[in-house]
């Protein structure tokens, strides 16, 4: 993967130690400094730095999504996942999203109270957590995640896994920062129309259906699977397991290693990616904010409002 | 625009009780702020590796087992030590008044007991992200005069 640098257009630059030029911040995550990696995330995050990056085009994932409802068992399924993972050699980065609260502006990331593996003295130099939140993004995830999976790979992580928010049927945001998607479903989630209807499940590169040990979940995937063939595309894997006693995880965790990408997502990828731009120019415009309190305010019209973010160089 | 401070709040040691953390963690989200929960029963090193990897600037820790007299400043002493003087770090919980002054001395920026109002919490962190003395690297000096 190409990676370039380049720094926020606005010029607020980054704002390194004493003497420390990005460089150094760089050169510092490279060779194992979790400070120095932190900080640099940071300063992605707060919009001080941006990460550009070309395509993928190799046929092994570098950035995966790990998405779907609220308490299905996301978290405990990828603890358990980076387990087998850095048992096979692997280092992996994990970006666990959040939700920020849209009246406060602040966040309870509770994500990492799940990961045991980052507590195994074994294991825990080989993988890093860091929690995101979504801030003013909508959505399951926001796009400069994707920046922050560009950092961790370029400064030499194997893999980075994105945890999205708990997320609904029609939140399919994750395809615009991710090679592949993995959607984890629970038992008992309705009757087979719900397996039926449009969204995620149709960007999904396999379904994982968790909490296996529950009465319904075997039905559910059985739902999933008849509803994945009706398609003319290929149906993508539906695995069973269950992440609190670790039932077919170690299928599970070589099955998504391995995983390819699903031809039927192509273009829906390149469409979220394009929305979450479009967002994020919004959203960076140095008057979003002023601009809001004037609608609040009655002091400017919707529309004068919208055509102001959409030209930048005011 | 600012950006939401982001602070890890951590339960040290063998001690179960976490309600008071969460009403913390709540009440901090509810400020404003970017709040990570470590969980229970964690030793000092893993809070400094979570502050670490989390990239937070203030560390909050809750005791309410008899141990912080031990746990608040080997946390803060395993702070510098890793070059993590710029974090801030208060406490609260059951830390009887006696016991307060040696947490000062060990750089510990506030204490908060029950009663204490959210209100009160933020006020300190808002004061405190404005000094250039309160990161824990300082150790003694300026401290929070709580009202509870």
Not at chain 1, 32 to 41: N, S
Not at chain 1, 127 to 133: D, F, G, I, K, M
Not at chain 1, 142 to 157: N, Q, S, T
Not at chain 2, 67 to 76: E, N, V
Request: proline letters at 4%; one cysteine or more; hydrophobic letters at 40%.
């Amino acid at each position: 993967m190409m990676l370039a640098l380049v720094m926020a257009q606005d010029g607020t630059g980054i704002h390194p130690h004493e003497g420390e030029t990005l460089d150094d911040r760089i050169n510092a995550a490279k060779v194992g400094d979790r400070r120095a990696l932190a900080r640099l995330l940071s300063s992605i995050e707060n919009g001080e730095l941006r990460f550009s990056d070309s395509l993928n085009e190799s046929s092994d994932w570098s950035i995966l999504a790990l998405t779907g409802p609220p308490g299905v068992g996301k978290s405990c399924l990828l603890d358990r996942l980076l387990h087998e993972w850095v048992d096979n050699g692997l280092r992996i980065a994990v970006l666990a999203v959040d939700p920020s609260s849209p009246r406060s502006g602040g966040a309870l990331l509770g994500d990492r109270v799940r990961m045991s593996v980052v507590d195994n003295e074994a294991k825990k130099n080989s993988v890093y957590v860091r929690s995101v939140a979504t801030r003013k993004t909508s959505g399951s995830v926001p796009l400069v995640v994707r920046d922050m999976a560009c950092c961790l790979l370029e400064v030499g992580w194997d893999k980075v896994v994105i945890e999205t928010v708990g997320a609904g049927q029609s939140e399919v945001r994750c395809a615009a920062v991710a090679d592949r998607i993995v959607l984890v479903e629970g038992p008992a989630r309705g009757d087979g129309v719900q397996a039926e209807k449009a969204g995620l499940l149709e960007l999904a590169d396999a379904v994982i259906v968790n909490k296996s040990d529950l009465d319904g979940a075997q039905r559910h995937a059985n739902e999933l699977r008849e509803s994945l063939h009706l398609g003319s595309d290929e149906a993508p894997e539906v695995l069973l397991v269950s992440a609190l006693h670790g039932t077919g995880v170690a299928e599970a965790s070589s099955m998504l290693l391995s995983l390819k990408q699903s031809v039927r997502a192509g273009r829906a990828r390149w469409r979220e990616r394009l929305l979450s731009h479009h967002e994020r120019l919004l959203l960076e415009h140095p008057e979003f904010d002023s601009i809001l309190s004037k609608i609040e305010e009655g002091l400017m019209s919707f529309e004068d409002a919208y055509n102001q973010l959409r030209n930048q160089n005011e | 625009m600012d950006q939401p401070l982001r602070i890890v709040i951590a339960k040290p040691g063998l001690d179960g009780h976490d309600r008071g953390a969460k009403v913390v963690a709540r009440a901090l989200r509810d400020a404003g702020h970017e709040v990570i929960y470590t969980g229970l029963r964690r030793t000092p090193e893993q809070i400094i590796e979570t502050v670490r990897d989390e990239d937070a600037i203030l560390l909050g820790l809750s005791s309410l087992s008899g141990a912080h007299g031990h746990l608040f400043p080997r946390i803060c002493e395993t702070l510098r030590e890793h070059n993590m003087g710029d974090v801030i770090v208060f406490g609260g919980g059951i830390i009887p008044e006696d016991d307060r002054s040696p947490l000062f001395e060990a750089g510990v920026r506030a204490i908060f007991g029950p009663g204490t109002t959210s209100e009160e919490m933020v006020e300190f962190i808002a004061t405190a992200v404005q000094r250039d003395d309160a990161g824990v690297g300082h150790g003694a000096g300026w401290y929070w005069n709580p009202s509870a």
